[in-house]
């Protein structure tokens, strides 16, 4: 059955919802779907993410439990944003402004709606069961109300507050970007070796900085208080230098040097100096030296630290303490502001030029340099992200950081070293800027007035008039009532869209405005993500958990890794190494991109391997072929009386079970599918079903034939609902085509059956397979087909019980117990005969296929050309099913075979 037919079935009996209900009123289990952005079609690097998330779902499912299978989808923010500038023509805020923050909000909305539609069908098509008809969307009312009331507790407990910091600034969005959102790659600057004159002396201090544009804010320079500094007399003049530093600075400047006097550090203290640039934002500044024993240091540079505290962390705290003006000429979009006299009005990076130009031409600069350095730059548009001194709500993250720490230890993390990660990801965690200066997301619910009162809402209760939307602008409009009398205004800004991830536990189920069912699901028992979610979403939701309960939401987490192209080369459009999800499923099928990905350890990351997905492929046809042995020659049976090797198999079968039930209760699906494909190739395929072959022949009628059927058919069934959260469309065709059940994904896991497990009876057997390979080794090394009967096997250690199997597997006449293994190739008329007979009928069956004719079907047999015919004849004949067997010629369908260097001529017709 095609996995076409297996969809029509799904729908035609509603299969996804009744096991998606099939659990109602048993234990609930709080699965949380991890949000994608709704901003274009699946790739593969989501599907592998949903696979893997079903897999287990469909475990658990089984396992009877309620699991809540809610998907989710990220609807806010600037990766939808910056895709309608790109698409509606926009060049930024005031493009947007002009248009309409209404009307493009609307767009943004219409958007994600038309995406998470496209998206869900996609997942759904690839088997992926969740409630598809009700997922989370964070632009709906009922989330932004959920978000609102953790930001509200924030603010209730003291863990809000307004402020200003140098903050990362994309100057494309022209927006605060938050420590979790910055990416690096290398680039190249220009670095500046610039000298500012003391006041009162005809001497100066030599900084060094990669940064021009910040020069204009420049109002200290740090030095180290336990360092020495020298007077040294140049071609450029007297300049101050860190004295170890200082051969390497005129190596640099090209210029001998006479070296006056060295004093300490801490002596510099206080030394004013004039700005090198006569700007107007420098009036009245008092530019000096300041102590700093962390932030200086002798690795690059010249000992002495450019320091404009309102474009860098270091800078700002030095400034904070030493009481230096904290200055920022630059606005949101990366231009100067009014103050800065000729570059007002500049792009700051295309200022670094001119700067430089200017510093040469007032003597000012002594040096340049391309110096590589790893950048931040913006996580959506990859444009260069500045430093720059802005007012910006915070959350106190650092208060909480400790409680963090402690509660992460006691997650269960799938691999460990991934919460080892997460715990060194906490460590370092600042203060986080939740206020974004945009248009498409969760308004921020601070009002404002002009007397300096502030109040902040948790819900549309709080609201004088509730609009139908609570986005941007229509929220804008709503005033409070201040305690002076006067009008609040809402702070224009919008939450970082991670604060929406992170308040999904709740948000999602409207709580708190509805109890239910988020009494009855809390805490998360699940998440499953990617790497890159330690400083995305587990760290936004470890922080509004702790805001909003006082602990880490989610109590087990599993971490996956990325999929990369061949090479392990990232996949990218530019780059034309994409693979896409239907590639694939049009050249194999769903299940088979399922399994690739679930057979492996998903902690690591894909390479993706076209001659791994051909493996997977080989496997389906060995998997499918034992289904397919069962319905032409096998049939519904009961167990009463199984031999040793049906015994062996059940056994065999309940420890498969077991091993991957654990395996899955920890995570550790891949593992459950290696038991499990391990199984299938090499006990069941090349093993059992070799084994009971003749058992199950249709003229076959021992009183053990029974037993195969029911043997057989207890393994499939069992291999068959272990598979099925892997493969749910195989496992289904397989379901209806043998086992008639409406559909095995409404069944139970399979549970153990303890009366079949023999652990020494797998052991024995493991020793008989063991000396079935190495007879087969002799065979190969005597030159002696394993079709061909052979007199004795000696073997050592092996149960008497399973001699017969030795002896049937092995091609013997007998099986004896011996000290080493033992096999007699030594061949008389009477074995040379069975051998003629064997291949002899072999050829005949493939006579009677060629002929079209069944098993059943008597044929006449003859033969010729070798003296043991008339012994091996008989046998044939048996073997073959022949209503008679003549040493002559003739038959309508003939052929020949090679025996012993003779040449046996074979001819069969119908009787």
Excluded at 347 to 370: M, P, Q, R, W, Y
Excluded at 438 to 452: A, F
Excluded at 525 to 548: H, M
């Amino acid at each position: 059955m095609d996995e076409s037919e297996v969809i029509r079935h799904w729908a035609d009996n509603n299969t996804r919802r009744k096991a998606l209900e099939k659990n109602s009123g048993k234990e609930k289990y709080y699965f949380l779907d991890g949000p994608p952005y709704a901003t274009g079609a699946i790739h593969m690097g989501t599907a592998f993410n949903k696979i893997l998330k079903d897999y287990y779902l469909r475990f658990l499912r089984m396992k009877g439990l309620d699991v809540w299978s809610q998907p989710g989808y990220d609807t806010h923010g600037l990766p939808i944003e910056v895709k309608l500038e790109k698409q509606l023509g926009l060049r930024g805020k005031e493009d947007i402004e002009k248009m309409g923050v209404d009307k493009f909000n609307a767009a943004c909305k219409k958007f994600a709606e038309d995406h998470l539609a496209l998206m869900s069908t996609q997942f759904d098509d690839l088997g992926v069961w969740m409630d598809w008809e009700d997922p989370y969307i964070t632009y709906k009312n009922s989330y932004i109300e959920g978000a609102w009331h953790t930001f509200k507790i924030a603010f209730d407990k003291g863990m809000l507050y307004k402020g200003e910091y140098p903050l990362h600034v994309c100057p494309s969005c022209e927006t605060v970007v938050a420590y979790n959102e910055i990416e690096y790659e290398k680039k190249k600057d220009t670095s500046v070796y610039v000298k500012f004159k003391l006041k009162g002396k005809d001497e100066f201090l030599l900084i060094w900085t990669t940064t021009p544009w910040t020069l204009p804010a420049n109002t200290g320079v740090m030095a180290h208080p336990k360092f020495e500094y020298a007077l040294a007399e140049t071609m450029a003049g007297k300049l101050w230098v860190a004295k170890e530093l200082l051969p390497r600075v005129m190596e640099k400047l090209e210029s001998g040097y006479t070296l006056v006097k060295t004093i300490k550090g801490k002596e510099m203290e206080g030394w004013e100096y004039d700005h090198p640039m006569g700007i107007p934002l420098q009036k009245g500044v008092d530019n000096r030296v300041v102590m700093s024993q962390r932030y200086v240091h002798l690795e690059e540079g010249t000992g002495m630290v450019h320091t404009a505290p309102g474009h860098g962390e270091e800078d700002w705290r030095v400034g904070k303490e030493k009481g230096l003006p904290i200055l920022c000429p630059v606005l949101p979009n990366g231009h100067y502001d009014g103050t800065v006299g000729k570059y007002s009005g500049m792009f700051v990076k295309d200022a670094d030029s001119v700067i430089i130009t200017d510093l040469k031409a007032s003597g000012h600069l002594l040096l340049t340099e391309e110096f590589e350095h790893d950048y931040p730059m913006c996580w959506r548009c990859s444009s260069p992200l500045l430093f720059l001194n802005m007012p910006q709500w915070f959350f106190k993250v650092s208060d909480m950081k400790e409680d963090l720490i402690k509660q992460n230890s006691k997650v269960p993390w799938v691999p460990p070293w991934a919460g080892k990660r997460f715990h060194n990801w906490l460590e370092s965690l600042g203060d986080w800027p939740i206020s974004r200066q945009r248009y498409w997301g969760i308004p921020l619910p601070i009002w404002e007035c002009g007397c300096g009162e502030v109040k902040v809402i948790g819900s549309t209760d709080e609201l004088p008039t509730v609009p139908d939307d609570l986005h941007r602008p229509f929220i804008d409009s709503i005033k409070l009532k201040c305690k002076c009398g006067k009008e609040m205004s809402r702070v224009p800004d919008v939450l970082d869209v991670w604060f929406d991830a992170g308040t999904a536990p709740w948000a999602s189920l409207g709580y708190p405005r509805e109890k239910e069912p988020f009494e009855s699901l809390w805490p998360v028992k699940f998440v499953l993500e990617g790497p890159d979610q330690t400083r995305g979403w587990w760290n936004s939701l470890a922080i509004c958990g702790y805001i909003t309960f006082g602990r880490i939401p989610f109590d087990n987490i599993l971490q996956h890794g990325l999929v990369l192209s061949e090479g392990g080369v990232k996949m990218s459009k530019s780059r034309g190494n994409v693979v896409s999800p239907e590639e694939v499923i049009e050249k194999y099928s769903r299940d088979t991109l399922r399994y690739y990905f679930l057979e492996s350890d998903p902690s690591a990351d894909f390479d993706w391997a076209w001659d791994k997905v051909n493996d997977v492929h080989r496997f389906f046809t060995i998997l499918q072929n034992s289904f397919k042995f069962f319905t032409l020659y096998c049939k519904k049976a009961e167990i009463k009386s199984p031999s040793p090797g049906d015994r062996w198999l059940l056994s065999r079968v309940n420890s498969v079970v077991k091993e991957a039930t654990e395996y899955n209760e920890r995570f550790l699906g891949y593992k459950a599918m290696g038991v499990v494909s391990d199984f299938v190739m090499n006990d069941l395929s090349r093993f059992y079903i070799k084994l009971i072959r003749g058992r199950t022949w249709p003229t076959y009628d021992g009183s053990d034939k029974q037993e195969a059927f029911a043997t057989l058919y207890y393994a499939l069934d069992r291999v068959n609902h272990v598979l099925a959260p892997a493969l749910p469309f195989l496992s289904e065709g397989f379901n209806l085509e043998i086992f008639g059940d409406e559909s095995v994904h409404l069944a139970g896991w399979p549970a153990v059956e303890d009366k079949y497990v023999d652990a020494a009876l797998e052991e024995e057997m493991a020793k008989a397979r063991d000396a079935i390979e190495k007879a087969a080794t002799l065979r190969q090394e005597a030159g002696v087909k394993l079709r061909w009967p052979l007199k004795k096997l000696t073997v050592p250690g092996v149960s008497k019980e399973l001699f017969p199997i030795l002896k049937s597997q092995c091609n013997v006449k007998e099986v004896v117990a011996g000290k080493e293994l033992k096999l007699d190739t030594e061949m008389d008329d009477s074995l040379l005969a069975e051998a003629l007979a064997s291949d002899v009928a072999r050829q005949a069956q493939s006579m009677r296929k060629k002929m079209g004719l069944k098993v059943e079907d008597k044929i006449a047999l003859f033969a010729s050309g070798h003296d043991l015919l008339e012994k091996a004849l008989p046998i044939v004949q048996k073997k073959v099913n022949a209503s008679e067997a003549s040493v002559s010629g003739g038959g309508d369908e003939k052929a020949s075979i090679k025996f012993k260097e003779a040449t046996v001529s074979i001819g069969v017709s119908k009787a």
